[in-house]
């Protein structure tokens, strides 16, 4: 069967470009009775494929692995973003439990975990990556083959059986959002396989204007490459044998690269492609498994792992939290969570749970706006630069004007009646009781996975000092995760005087959720202005810079002065997440940090790279998203700065 188009394609993943064909195989390479794994994941897509309905998209050989098949048509990711995503692929771990969730970091694993590579190679399968790893721990030792290669399976000894992990090309935000990447990787598709803006299905999110239908439909044709390298795999897969002895999963890490999608804890950001082809010789490892259909039962990608063990026929860890829904003893789960943390230099905290039909998010940093000032949602993005220009012309509609506005405390959706998410239900007293349900199995959740979000993000990782996050949030008593919890959900809802008096507490992460409560009223009192001044010289960083933060804030009658100096302190700290949150919040101090700006040069210097580096900064870590925020609010300040 052939699996691609005969057009020559362009490959990408990290962004150069390989033109490649399918190649023959050793089919002296016998295969077990234990099945093949291949794992195809896309960046950036949501479920926008034929199979699924989309009669727009053009996916003839997703579609064909359909037919051939399964589609499931609620599957979730776990965050709507990469690096946190993919940690809970490798790991079987939210992303929330090991202290992985922000983009990106370096978090200790460990030692004593195992992630599903390294767990299937002891089990006797051969085990490959093919570039992208991206899971905010070190990824060295956890595959035997690591490559740019898409055959990678030949390396394998004879009949033993293989699992691969092939990151795909090219969906990923900047190839739709940057001009000339597009045109790179579509500039050998036909012209009649191009796809007609005037007919692209627009997203209500988005104006109806002849440049944001031309950007959704470059991202069609995105789709169409990213298909025809889907059958590249595919076809070498075939041309080796193999297709009948593996079972090949497609999926994404998570939605759309757009605005409203990546990086949005809503449906848009979470609902992605799963799609399985199951071999005739392993249709009694899927229940119900009728070939070309679609299966409604609710997954998570957090299953993902757990599914994959038991498919090899592995013992699955007790420390995993996906249930299996392929192979023995399967499960159906009847929630499935999503979390949003840092995105870059972009901080932000909220959780969501849904039961296939009603969506529950809890904001914890509702002041914070959709669109935050910053590089990446920059002008250098079209659909931000798009959406941007037709918000200061006032040709936004109310729900567009949303993506700028602070968030509400609480949404509620009916997916059923509302696919969209267009009308949040949760001040509605008809739905009080499903939001009960949805609060209480959220709370119940982020308690039982120990979510380290509960803390600031220099905080955990200066409380697991020699150890790691995971480790520290389950054998130290000084995580008191319902204690901090209970406050945290004070935001939004509790005065300035209950707040107030949790800014005593002995707990560094209760007085800086007390703070973050205190950034949600509009006035304050001369009380808490003196508290905040005092915690200035709070022993924790976090709490210090969120102090500082709050005493600048607009309309504050505090002497800045002194908080000025504190993010100028722990901007110049060594521990890369104290300095982080430090720049931020100078970005969001705007004119009043205009006294350090010598500070911020100093910082800036430290974070560049060498003149003969190919990145500007020292890592795209760490150094660049600290680099950019302090670049940004030069910019703003009116230096003479370009932030990239």
Same mark, same amino acid.
């Given at each position: 069967?052939?699996?691609?188009?005969?057009?020559?394609?362009?490959?990408?993943?990290?962004?150069?470009?390989?033109?490649?064909?399918?190649?023959?195989?050793?089919?002296?390479?016998?295969?077990?009775?234990?099945?093949?794994?291949?794992?195809?994941?896309?960046? $950036?897509?949501?479920?926008?494929?034929?199979?699924? %309905?989309?009669?727009? !998209?053009?996916?003839?050989?997703?579609?064909?692995?359909?037919?051939?098949?399964?589609?499931?048509?609620?599957? @979730?990711?776990?965050?709507?973003?990469?690096?946190?995503?993919?940690?809970?692929?490798?790991?079987?771990?939210?992303?929330?439990?090991?202290?992985?969730?922000?983009?990106?970091?370096?978090?200790?694993?460990?030692?004593?975990?195992?992630?599903?590579?390294?767990?299937?190679?002891?089990?006797?399968?051969?085990?490959?990556?093919?570039?992208?790893?991206?899971?905010?721990?070190?990824?060295?030792?956890? #595959?035997?083959?690591?490559?740019?290669?898409?055959?990678?399976?030949?390396?394998?000894?004879?009949?033993?059986?293989?699992?691969?992990?092939?990151?795909?090309?090219?969906?990923?935000?900047?190839?739709?959002?940057?001009? =000339?990447?597009?045109?790179?990787?579509?500039?050998?598709?036909?012209?009649?396989?191009?796809?007609?803006?005037?007919?692209?299905?627009?997203?209500?999110?988005?104006?109806?204007?002849?440049?944001?239908?031309?950007? #959704?439909?470059? +991202?069609?044709?995105?789709?169409?490459?990213?298909?025809?390298?889907?059958?590249?795999? &595919?076809?070498?897969?075939?041309?080796?044998?193999?297709?009948?002895?593996?079972?090949?999963?497609?999926?994404?890490?998570? %939605?759309?690269?757009?605005?409203?999608?990546?990086?949005?804890?809503?449906?848009?950001?979470?609902?992605?492609?799963?799609?399985?082809?199951?071999?005739?010789?392993?249709?009694? &490892?899927?229940?119900?498994?009728?070939? %070309? !259909?679609?299966?409604?039962?609710?997954?998570?990608?957090?299953?993902?792992?757990?599914?994959?063990?038991?498919?090899?026929?592995?013992?699955?860890?007790?420390?995993?939290?996906?249930?299996?829904?392929?192979?023995?003893?399967?499960?159906?789960?009847?929630?499935? @969570? %999503?979390?949003?943390?840092?995105?870059?230099?972009?901080?932000?905290?909220?959780?969501?749970?849904?039961?296939?039909?009603?969506?529950?998010?809890?904001?914890?940093?509702?002041?914070?706006?959709?669109?935050?000032?910053?590089?990446?949602?920059?002008?250098?993005?079209?659909?931000?630069?798009?959406?941007?220009?037709?918000?200061?012309?006032?040709?936004?509609?109310?729900?567009?004007?949303?993506?700028?506005?602070?968030?509400?405390?609480?949404?509620?959706? $009916?997916?059923?009646?509302?696919?969209?998410?267009?009308?949040?239900?949760?001040?509605?007293?008809? +739905?009080?009781?499903?939001?009960?349900?949805?609060?209480?199995?959220?709370?119940? #959740?982020?308690?039982?996975?120990?979510?380290?979000?509960? *803390?600031?993000?220099?905080?955990?990782?200066?409380?697991?000092?020699?150890?790691?996050?995971?480790?520290?949030?389950?054998?130290? $008593?000084?995580?008191?995760?319902?204690?901090?919890?209970?406050?945290?959900?004070?935001?939004?809802?509790?005065?300035?005087?209950?707040?107030?008096?949790?800014?005593?507490?002995?707990?560094?992460?209760?007085?800086?959720?007390?703070?973050?409560?205190?950034?949600?009223?509009?006035?304050?009192?001369?009380?808490?202005?003196?508290?905040?001044?005092? *915690?200035?010289?709070?022993?924790?960083?976090?709490?210090?810079?969120?102090?500082?933060?709050? *005493?600048?804030?607009?309309?504050?009658?505090?002497?800045?002065? !002194?908080?000025?100096?504190?993010?100028?302190?722990?901007?110049?700290?060594?521990?890369?997440?104290?300095?982080? =949150?430090?720049?931020?919040?100078?970005?969001?101090?705007?004119?009043?940090?205009?006294?350090?700006?010598?500070?911020?040069?100093?910082?800036?210097?430290?974070?560049?790279?060498?003149?003969?580096?190919?990145?500007?900064?020292?890592? @795209?870590?760490?150094?660049?998203?600290?680099?950019?925020?302090?670049?940004?609010? *030069?910019?703003?300040?009116?230096?003479?700065?370009?932030?990239?």
């Amino acid at each position: 069967m052939n699996y691609k188009n005969s057009v020559p394609l362009l490959w990408s993943v990290t962004g150069f470009y390989l033109v490649s064909g399918c190649t023959t195989g050793n089919p002296e390479k016998e295969q077990t009775d234990n099945p093949n794994i291949l794992i195809l994941i896309a960046e $950036d897509i949501s479920p926008a494929l034929g199979c699924y %309905g989309y009669e727009y !998209s053009t996916t003839p050989n997703i579609n064909r692995l359909a037919k051939n098949g399964i589609v499931y048509d609620q599957a @979730f990711s776990t965050a709507p973003i990469s690096a946190p995503s993919r940690s809970a692929l490798v790991s079987g771990l939210y992303a929330t439990s090991l202290g992985t969730q922000h983009l990106r970091s370096e978090v200790p694993f460990p030692d004593k975990l195992r992630t599903v590579p390294e767990l299937l190679r002891e089990s006797g399968y051969f085990t490959s990556n093919r570039d992208k790893t991206d899971y905010n721990f070190d990824p060295e030792g956890r #595959w035997e083959h690591w490559s740019s290669e898409i055959t990678p399976w030949r390396h394998r000894a004879e009949r033993q059986p293989f699992y691969s992990f092939i990151n795909i090309g090219p969906s990923h935000e900047g190839s739709v959002n940057i001009l =000339q990447n597009y045109q790179n990787y579509t500039k050998n598709l036909p012209e009649e396989l191009l796809h007609d803006p005037a007919l692209v299905p627009l997203p209500p999110y988005y104006p109806d204007s002849p440049e944001n239908r031309q950007i #959704w439909a470059r +991202y069609f044709d995105i789709l169409t490459v990213l298909d025809q390298n889907v059958g590249m795999v &595919l076809d070498s897969l075939d041309a080796d044998g193999l297709m009948e002895e593996t079972i090949v999963f497609f999926i994404a890490d998570h %939605g759309f690269g757009m605005p409203r999608y990546k990086r949005w804890l809503y449906k848009t950001g979470l609902h992605v492609p799963l799609v399985v082809h199951v071999p005739e010789k392993y249709k009694h &490892l899927v229940p119900d498994f009728s070939k %070309g !259909s679609h299966n409604p039962q609710m997954v998570s990608l957090i299953d993902l792992p757990a599914t994959l063990l038991n498919l090899a026929g592995t013992t699955i860890p007790e420390y995993f939290v996906g249930t299996p829904f392929m192979g023995i003893n399967t499960q159906e789960r009847e929630y499935a @969570f %999503g979390a949003r943390d840092r995105a870059d230099d972009m901080f932000e905290m909220s959780r969501s749970v849904t039961d296939g039909r009603y969506f529950y998010v809890r904001h914890y940093m509702p002041h914070l706006p959709y669109i935050q000032p910053g590089f990446i949602f920059s002008n250098e993005k079209e659909s931000f630069r798009e959406l941007r220009r037709l918000h200061l012309k006032g040709k936004t509609n109310a729900e567009q004007e949303k993506l700028w506005n602070k968030k509400p405390v609480e949404e509620l959706y $009916d997916w059923q009646n509302d696919p969209y998410e267009l009308n949040n239900l949760a001040d509605d007293p008809a +739905y009080a009781g499903i939001k009960t349900g949805s609060k209480n199995q959220l709370h119940n #959740w982020m308690i039982q996975t120990h979510d380290l979000g509960l *803390l600031p993000e220099a905080e955990y990782m200066i409380r697991s000092e020699g150890s790691s996050p995971y480790e520290y949030a389950r054998e130290n $008593d000084n995580f008191r995760v319902e204690n901090i919890l209970e406050v945290a959900e004070m935001v939004g809802i509790s005065g300035e005087q209950e707040l107030l008096a949790k800014l005593k507490d002995q707990d560094n992460a209760v007085r800086y959720w007390a703070i973050i409560g205190l950034m949600q009223l509009e006035q304050l009192s001369s009380e808490t202005t003196k508290a905040l001044t005092q *915690l200035l010289g709070d022993p924790s960083p976090s709490v210090q810079i969120a102090a500082a933060e709050l *005493l600048c804030y607009p309309g504050s009658t505090a002497d800045t002065k !002194s908080a000025v100096e504190t993010l100028e302190r722990n901007l110049s700290d060594e521990r890369p997440w104290v300095a982080l =949150q430090a720049a931020r919040t100078v970005l969001l101090a705007g004119e009043k940090a205009r006294p350090i700006i010598p500070a911020m040069y100093r910082k800036l210097d430290t974070l560049y790279g060498s003149s003969d580096s190919p990145r500007k900064f020292k890592d @795209f870590n760490y150094a660049s998203f600290t680099g950019w925020a302090l670049e940004w609010a *030069l910019q703003e300040l009116g230096e003479n700065m370009k932030v990239n």
